[in-house]
């Protein structure tokens, strides 16, 4: 199922126009400027998303024209180039919500349609069946996937070690699940964000940008809904792989809505960004993040996926203690119990 020399090309090719990317924009000033919110004091190169994209493209091509791939999966995942380019306008226009919300559900709208049927969603012993429905709630989690990869993508390495982290996992899945097109486009994802993490892990060199977190944010969802569709995965493995960016995106954005905040408002209080200045680093809360994936939510994810009668009730226990640790730290606030103790 794997082309090793294509997941090395693309690996590698990432890698080199990170480092192209590092040199030009420092050379033309295209840096991301700290400000009040920002967790880095410097100006920093950014919309290095460009380097994961076009060895992206080209691996999807190939897989393609080598019959690896059908030509409705590959234009499930084409669609990643239209929202990565809006991603590169938002990076240097400053695209408001109103523009980017209506390309993101026709996005998902684009995904669903090549993907076909969804299956029924198993809650328990009870099945949610009504297939208008559960596509309705494709798109919606799409959409808020899309949004919560942009939302989470503010320390050092922290977006890309989660991306590598799921799309391995869902690439594990898809080969055990005998699933061709989930594992080699997860696995070609996997190679081109560890591509870029040589030169985004703390300290960073370069950032994605929004072009490389919606592009990852596409990937993933299209992944998702693909494997749903060929029945490799299910909602709850996802769910679960997705955890710690779902939980904190999430926590975050209904305190914020419930204590009268300005929710559309750029600010710092998710819980990875209180946690970076509760520790002064961002590669500890990365480690940490990774941590809690590996030795926690990966292995009640393949539960889930083996089981997915249960799948429902391991969500609930795998995702509690993550909701708690958002809670402990304030996420949506300015990190109370740290003012407190200052």
Request: with cysteine.
């Amino acid at each position: 199922m794997l082309n090793w020399g294509m997941l090395i090309a693309v690996l590698t090719g990432t890698a080199v126009l990170a480092w192209v990317l590092i040199g030009f924009n420092t050379g033309h000033r295209w840096l991301d400027h700290p400000n009040s919110r920002s967790a880095h004091k410097h100006p920093m190169p950014s919309a290095g998303g460009i380097a994961m994209l076009i060895p992206l493209l080209g691996a999807l091509l190939y897989c393609w024209l080598a019959d690896l791939l059908t030509a409705q999966e590959a234009l499930v995942f084409a669609g990643c180039l239209c929202v990565a380019l809006v991603g590169l306008l938002d990076d240097l226009l400053t695209l408001s919500i109103r523009w980017r919300l209506p390309i993101q559900f026709a996005a998902a709208t684009w995904v669903i349609y090549w993907v076909g049927s969804l299956p029924a969603v198993q809650l328990g012993v009870w099945s949610l069946e009504f297939p208008t429905l559960v596509h309705i709630l494709g798109a919606l989690a799409f959409v808020w996937l899309l949004n919560l990869f942009n939302f989470m993508d503010g320390i050092d390495g922290l977006a890309a070690s989660e991306a590598g982290f799921v799309t391995l996992l869902s690439c594990l899945f898809a080969i055990k699940a005998a699933d061709p097109a989930v594992g080699i486009m997860a696995s070609v994802t996997c190679a081109a964000t560890l591509g870029f993490l040589v030169w985004n892990w703390a300290p960073a060199k370069i950032f994605m940008g929004d072009v490389g977190s919606s592009l990852l944010g596409y990937l993933l969802g299209a992944l998702a809904l693909v494997s749903l569709s060929h029945g490799s995965m299910n909602p709850w493995s996802w769910l679960l792989l997705l955890g710690v960016f779902v939980v904190d995106a999430t926590y975050t954005l209904v305190y914020r809505l419930c204590s009268g905040q300005r929710w559309y408002e750029a600010h710092s209080s998710h819980g990875y960004q209180i946690a970076a200045r509760l520790l002064s680093s961002h590669q500890r809360v990365t480690l940490v993040v990774l941590v809690i994936n590996l030795a926690w939510l990966a292995p009640l994810a393949w539960l889930a996926n083996h089981s997915p009668e249960v799948g429902v009730y391991l969500t609930v226990l795998g995702l509690l203690p993550v909701v708690c640790l958002a809670r402990w730290l304030g996420a949506g606030t300015a990190g109370r119990h740290l003012a407190e103790a200052g």
